[in-house]
């Protein structure tokens, strides 16, 4: 039986930490706030990739500048966060700087602004960014594929050999070189074992969005195609300890958690997705989320369910894949 080690504190203690203001604690954890070392000064918009008004973000692709040589590419990514309870109080209260837009009646709107630790934006940064970030950031028409087993051996297995993104990131978590002190759980067991770790999208600073991911230590599990009924202790795994570490750390029972793959992945190192069920997070849609529960229950009726099963994802107008499924006369 593996050792379980739980690096979660007490839930009154992290429950604190949720409702603290960014510019005390920025990665929600116990560390200082450490200064970027991304120069904007150096930084200048190229292109806006994509925005919703609705979600209140925007990705942006940008150049930074170098002593010598060429200006290199950015993806910027900022996003309004959400409200958080506990501070609310702080926003509204006798000092704050309400200016008044219009009145009409009973109806009025204002402007209020806030301190600037009540004002963050979630920033998020990808230098430099390859060819595919861009593409991947970029909004595009969509095309729904009928992924069919033969399909995957032909066209997608020989297409992600040569063309995935690099997963240096995630192996940089698993050897505990990056994000250590962010890790909420690990099953240390090379086979069967995982480590559950914040989601780079999520501030940690409100539950309401709350979005973790579990990493397998395993290597060489691609994606939900690779799974058989031989990873099915590790899937459970998952699973139970993983709804445990959450329910403990941020009190949010495993009835709120939406617990999930995607197929396609951006990444091909097995991972899960944790999500609120109350946040409609990007991924969650029919074409994309694969429910974990129902995962571990298709492989226990067939331990070769997605080996054979046609899978369906959708694709961008420019993704490489696309276009060598249409070479196939697939689409
Ligand atoms: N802890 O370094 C990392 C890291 N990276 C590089 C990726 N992730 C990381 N987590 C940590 N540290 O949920 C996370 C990603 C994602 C998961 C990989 O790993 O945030 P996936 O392989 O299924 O890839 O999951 P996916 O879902 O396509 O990736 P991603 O980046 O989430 O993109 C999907 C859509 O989400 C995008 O098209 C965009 O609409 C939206 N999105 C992407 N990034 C952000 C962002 N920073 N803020 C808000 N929305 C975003």
Known sequence: MAEKVESAPMLEEKKLKLSEPAAQEPEGNQAPAERSRFNLNRF????????????????????????????????VILEKTPFCEETLPQLLNKDADLRLQMRNDIYSTHHLYPLPSFNEIKTTVVYPATEKHLKKYLKQEMYLINETADDYKTITSPYLQSQALSVQWVYN???KKAEVERIIYENPDPQDGFLLIPDLKWNQKQVDDLYLIAICHRRGVKSLRDLTAEHLTMLQNILQEGQV????????PQSQLRIYFHYQP???HLHIHFTA??????????????????????????PEYYQKRTLTFALKADDPLLQSFKEAGRV
């Open 266 to 268: 951006s990444y091909y």
């Open 245 to 252: 570490a959450i329910s403990k750390r941020y009190n949010t």
């Open 44 to 75: 200048s918009v190229k292109k806006i990739l994509r925005e919703s008004a609705r979600d209140k973000i925007v990705f942006i692709h940008g150049k930074v500048g170098q002593d010598c040589g060429e200006a290199q590419d950015a993806v």
């Open 173 to 175: 978590i698993l050897e």
């Open 277 to 302: 069920l109350s946040y409609d997070a990007p991924g969650s849609m029919v074409e994309r989320a694969h429910l974990l529960s129902s995962v571990i229950e298709n492989l226990q009726t067939d």
